[in-house]
T-cell receptor
Framework: DAGITQSPRHKVTETGTPVTLRCHQT?????MYWYRQDPGHGLRLIHY???????DKGEVSDGYSVSRSKTEDFLLTLESATSSQTSVYFC?????????FGPGTRLTVL | GQQLNQSPQSMFIQEGEDVSMNCTSS?????WLWYKQEPGEGPVLLIA?????ELTSNGRLTAQFGITRKDSFLNISASIPSDVGIYFC?????????????FGKGTKLTVNP
């Protein structure tokens, strides 16, 4: 297994609260990604990073921000969670074209 | 933006049968990847394809990168119960630091013993 961990694995929060999800890798890969997975939509890219402090938006970036202060950690923040952000969030890493996924975080916004 | 059409959406088969699923697009991709996802887990990479026309096998799995670079298929031979899961295709677009994957919506496979 690629060395990717996500924390927390499950979280229940209330609308309007800030939430931060963490992705940690031990592979020293340059690229890291955040996806959300919803029924009927498959996996959709939220944000990605191509190096420390280098990030860019994906197709569903509204309401999300990211930060990458060191190679091994990529944080996804929901500044003010909404019910539409209830989803399963996956982190992925890539060294050369192939992406490897973490175990996921199930987030429920009430 | 780019879209991948993956079919079929779901399959119900008997153990021992062969399975075929495919992805098509109107866009050209540089790389095709096939993933399997089991309940409660992240997608796991099964096969990666890098060249148009490439045919690659991984055990009972065989995948091909279409010659037009707009499609790919995955075959599973002699299915077994542990093949159950959702299979996703993904195409890689971009280069030079902006590479991104576009995913199909998945094929849900059920294998009856």
């Amino acid at each position: 297994d690629a060395g990717i961990t996500q924390s927390p694995r499950h979280k229940v929060t209330e609308t309007g609260t800030p939430v931060t999800l963490r992705c940690h890798q031990t592979e020293n890969h340059r690229y890291m990604y955040w996806y959300r997975q919803d029924p009927g939509h498959g996996l959709r890219l939220i944000h990605y990073s191509y190096g420390v402090k280098d990030t860019d938006k994906g197709e569903v970036s509204d309401g999300y921000s990211v930060s990458r202060s060191k190679t091994e950690d990529f944080l996804l923040t929901l500044e003010s969670a909404t019910s539409s952000q209830t989803s399963v969030y996956f982190c992925a890493i890539s060294g050369h074209n192939e992406q490897f996924f973490g175990p996921g975080t199930r987030l429920t916004v009430l | 933006g780019q879209q991948l059409n993956q079919s079929p959406q779901s399959m119900f088969i008997q153990e021992g049968e062969d399975v075929s699923m495919n992805c098509t697009s109107s866009s050209i991709f540089n790389t095709w990847l096939w993933y399997k996802q089991e309940p409660g887990e992240g997608p796991v990479l099964l096969i990666a394809l890098y060249k148009a026309g490439e045919l690659t096998s991984n055990g009972r799995l065989t995948a091909q990168f279409g010659i037009t670079r707009k499609d790919s298929f995955l075959n599973i031979s002699a299915s077994i119960p542990s093949d159950v899961g959702i299979y996703f295709c993904a195409g890689l677009v971009g280069q030079g630091g902006s590479e991104k994957l576009v995913f199909g919506k998945g094929t849900k496979l059920t294998v009856n013993p």
